[in-house]
C-alpha cells in the first residue's frame, strides 16, 4: 500500500492554508502531524479523505495524488450512527460482520458433519476454520471487549442502545468502532482528547501494534513519542518530514535550523566579500577581469533563504503570588466526596510550594474533589481545612462564564476594574488577544481561546494556592510548554489534574490517584510513582508465583498422602487375603490328615493340587506386596 501527495495545496478562498504538500504513506507508517492550532492539521485530514480538497502548489513538481492498492481510508468523522435503537453491542459487532458469517457457516459445516463425511465436506470445514483463525476469530471477543472497559464502559452499557448514551459517549462508541475496523489507513484527529491516562495507554499499546498505517494530530508529545515513526510539521503553510518520533523531531528541526542558519550567514559573508572585491576593482582595467569573475561566481551561486525562525508565539505570564501562604496549606481528613451519595473519601497533606498532580479514569472524583475543594459543592462528610493566609485561584475545564455575551475585554475589565484600557490590553497581549480579536464575544470563542481568557483571569489575581482542571485541555504543543515554564516558575502550591502524562511528568512532586473507588496520595514525582507501581506489580506477581508454587505444594503433598493411603489400603488388603489363604491350607492339610482320607490316594491327590494352587496365589500377591511397599519407600 502506498498513498502519496506530490506538490498539492490548499486553499479556503483566498487565503492558503498549505502551498505546497509532500506527502507519503507506505504500509504500517505511523505519522504524526504536528502544528499550531489553526495551522491546517485537521484540513490535512480531511484532504486525505477527499482529494477534491487539492489543487496544484507552488513546488516546480507536477501535481498528482497517487494510491496503490485503493487503501481503505477511516476518520472519525465519517463514523455515524444510522439510528439510535441498536444497542452499543450491536453497533460494535457490525465491523466484525465478515466474522460473524464465517462463524455460521462454520456451525452449518459442522452440522453437515454429523450426517455425512465426504472429502468435500470436510475440506470446506478446514478452510473455513483456517480462514476464521487468520481473521482473528479467537480472540476478537477478547479484543472488542478489551477496549469496551478501557474506554470506560460497564458491562451494563453493552446493552443499552445508542440513543441512551451522550453525545461525548456517542464518540467514543464511534472511535471504537473505527479502530475496531482496522482500515488500511487510521486518521486520528486528537484522539486522546477527554481520554483518562488508563484509556490512553491501552489506546497507546493498541497503535503500537496497529498492522497497518496510522496518521495522528496530537498535541500529546508522550503519546507521539511511543507510537509514531514519522513526523510532518506544518509551519508557515510548508509541510516539513522529519523521520522518528516526537523527540527525534525537536532534535532534527533545531539542528536543520541551525545548519541552515550557518550555512545561511557563511554564504552570505561569501556575497559580501566577493561583492566587496569586485566593487574595489570594477574600474581598474588592470583588475576589472578579476571583479567580474567574483560578480559571475555570485551569480551562479545557489542562494541559500534565511531559515525563518520557529513560529514560537505563545501567551506568556510573569507574574508572583501576591500573599505568601503558612507552611501548612492543606490537610484533608477522611473527606467524602459527591453529589447524592459518596464516590470516593480522600486523605492527604500539603505544604507550600509542592505541585500534586491528581490522577485516575473518568469518572472516579477528580474534578468533583477539585469543585469540593473550591467550595462549588458542599463536602458529604470528613474534613478539610486551609491553612493561613491561603487565596486560591480556580480553573473549571468546562470553562463556563457568567455572562457569555461579554467581549474579551469587556471580561477583564470587568473582572479587574482597577485596571486602565491600556493595562487591559496589554493584559490581553500576553495572552495573544491583539487587534480587534479583544472584541470577540465569549460566547463565540473557541475552546482554546475560552481557555487561555480563563487562565489570565485566574492568574492575574495571583493567588498562591491554584486549582487546576485539566488546563491543558485545547493547547497545542507551545501553549502546553509555555504554561509548563509559567507553572514551574510558580512560587505558590499547585493541585492539578490532568491525563497529559508528559505535563504532569513536567510539574509534580506528588501525585494522588483514583483508582478503583480507593484514593492513594504518594509523596513522589511521577516517574518516582511509576517505577513504585512497576516494582510493587512485580512483587503481587512474585508473591502469586509464590503463593501459588505453595499451594502447588500442597496440593501435591495432599495428592502424595493420598496415594499413599491407597497403597497401605491395597497392601493390608493383600496381607489379609494371604491370611485367609494361609488359614485355606491350614484346612486342606488338616482334611489330609483325616484317616479316611490318608488312604484314599484320588482323593489326596486333589487336596495337593487344591494347595498348589493357593501357594501360587499366595506368591503373586507377595510379589505385589513387595511392589507396593517399594513405593511406600
Not at 453437515?112 to 483456517?130: F, G, P, R, S
Not at 571583479?291 to 505563545?314: C, G, H, R, V
Not at 482554546?448 to 485566574?458: A, D, F, S, T, Y
Amino acid at each position: 500500500m502506498n498513498y502519496r501527495i506530490v506538490n498539492g495545496s490548499i486553499s479556503y478562498g483566498a487565503e492558503t492554508i498549505l502551498e505546497e504538500i509532500n506527502f507519503e504513506i507506505k504500509e504500517k507508517d505511523k505519522i504524526a502531524i504536528i502544528g499550531r492550532n489553526g495551522a491546517g492539521k485537521t484540513t490535512f485530514l480531511k484532504a486525505l479523505v477527499n482529494n477534491e480538497i487539492l489543487e496544484e502548489g507552488i513546488g516546480e513538481d507536477k501535481f498528482h495524488v497517487y494510491k496503490q492498492g485503493k487503501p481503505v481510508i477511516g476518520y472519525l468523522q465519517q463514523m455515524n450512527f444510522e439510528g439510535s435503537n441498536k444497542t452499543m453491542l450491536e453497533e460494535i459487532l457490525e465491523v466484525y460482520e465478515p466474522l460473524l458469517n464465517l462463524e455460521e457457516k462454520i456451525q452449518e459445516k459442522e452440522k453437515a458433519l454429523q450426517e455425512k463425511t465426504d472429502e468435500k465436506t470436510i475440506k470446506e470445514y478446514t478452510n473455513a476454520l483456517e480462514q476464521y483463525e487468520i481473521q482473528g476469530g479467537y480472540v476478537y471477543k477478547k479484543e472488542y471487549e478489551t477496549a469496551i472497559k478501557k474506554f470506560g464502559f460497564k458491562e451494563e452499557d453493552k446493552q443499552k442502545k445508542i440513543g441512551e448514551f451522550s453525545g461525548g459517549q456517542r464518540t467514543k462508541i464511534a472511535f471504537l468502532k473505527l479502530l475496531l475496523s482496522k482500515p488500511d489507513i487510521l486518521l486520528l484527529d486528537e484522539p486522546t482528547n477527554h481520554l483518562d491516562i488508563t484509556a490512553i495507554e491501552w489506546l497507546e499499546n493498541y497503535l503500537k501494534n496497529y498492522p497497518k498505517a496510522i496518521v495522528i494530530v496530537s498535541h500529546d508529545r508522550m503519546f507521539l513519542d511511543k507510537i509514531v515513526n514519522k513526523v510532518y510539521e506544518i509551519e508557515y503553510a510548508s509541510m516539513v518530514e522529519y523521520k522518528g518520533n516526537y523527540a527525534d523531531f525537536e532534535r532534527q528541526k533545531k539542528e536543520r535550523y541551525e545548519k541552515q542558519l550557518k550555512d545561511y550567514e557563511y554564504q552570505q559573508a561569501e556575497i559580501k566579500r566577493l561583492q566587496a572585491i569586485a566593487d574595489r576593482f570594477r574600474y581598474k582595467p588592470t583588475k576589472a577581469k578579476m571583479a567580474l569573475s567574483k560578480l559571475k561566481k555570485i551569480e551562479q551561486m545557489t542562494i541559500i533563504e534565511k531559515p525563518d525562525k520557529y513560529d514560537l508565539k505563545t501567551f506568556y505570564a510573569n507574574f508572583d503570588v501576591k500573599t505568601q501562604s503558612g507552611k501548612m496549606v492543606l490537610k484533608v481528613d477522611k473527606l467524602e466526596i459527591g453529589y447524592d451519595k459518596p464516590i470516593a473519601e480522600v486523605s492527604f497533606e500539603l505544604y507550600k510550594g509542592q505541585k500534586l498532580a491528581i490522577i485516575g479514569e473518568n469518572g472516579t472524583g477528580k474534578s468533583t474533589l477539585l469543585k469540593t475543594l473550591n467550595g462549588n459543592i458542599p463536602k458529604i462528610n470528613g474534613e478539610f481545612q486551609y491553612g493561613y493566609h491561603v487565596q486560591k485561584g480556580y480553573f473549571d475545564q468546562q470553562m463556563e462564564f457568567t455572562n457569555p455575551e461579554n467581549t474579551i475585554f469587556e471580561e477583564i475589565a470587568e473582572s479587574f476594574p482597577e485596571l486602565t484600557t491600556t493595562q487591559v490590553r496589554t493584559l490581553l497581549g500576553t495572552f495573544l488577544f491583539t487587534g480587534e480579536d479583544v472584541f470577540k464575544k465569549i460566547k463565540v470563542l473557541s475552546g482554546g481561546e475560552r481557555g487561555r481568557l480563563q487562565l489570565c483571569k485566574v492568574l492575574k489575581k495571583q493567588p498562591n494556592v491554584l486549582l487546576l482542571d485539566e488546563p491543558t485541555n485545547h493547547m497545542d504543543i507551545l501553549g502546553k510548554e509555555s504554561l509548563e515554564n509559567i507553572l514551574k516558575e510558580y512560587t505558590g502550591t499547585l493541585i492539578f489534574v490532568s491525563h497529559d502524562r508528559y505535563f504532569v511528568n513536567k510539574l509534580a512532586d506528588c501525585i494522588l490517584e483514583f483508582d478503583n473507588g480507593r484514593v492513594t496520595f504518594y509523596n513522589k514525582n511521577y516517574q518516582e510513582y511509576l517505577e513504585y507501581k512497576e516494582n510493587n506489580i512485580k512483587e503481587q506477581e512474585e508473591a502469586k508465583i509464590v503463593n501459588k508454587k505453595e499451594k502447588n505444594k500442597n496440593t501435591n503433598q495432599y495428592f502424595i498422602e493420598k496415594e499413599k493411603n491407597k497403597i497401605k489400603n491395597k497392601i493390608n488388603k493383600i496381607e489379609r487375603e494371604i491370611e485367609q489363604k494361609e488359614d485355606e491350607i491350614k484346612k486342606i492339610e488338616k482334611e489330609m490328615a483325616n484317616d479316611e482320607i490318608s488312604s484314599d490316594y484320588l482323593k489326596l491327590n486333589e487336596l495337593q493340587n487344591d494347595i498348589q494352587k493357593i501357594n501360587t496365589d499366595i506368591e503373586e500377591k507377595m510379589k505385589e506386596w513387595e511392589n507396593l511397599n517399594q513405593k511406600l519407600l
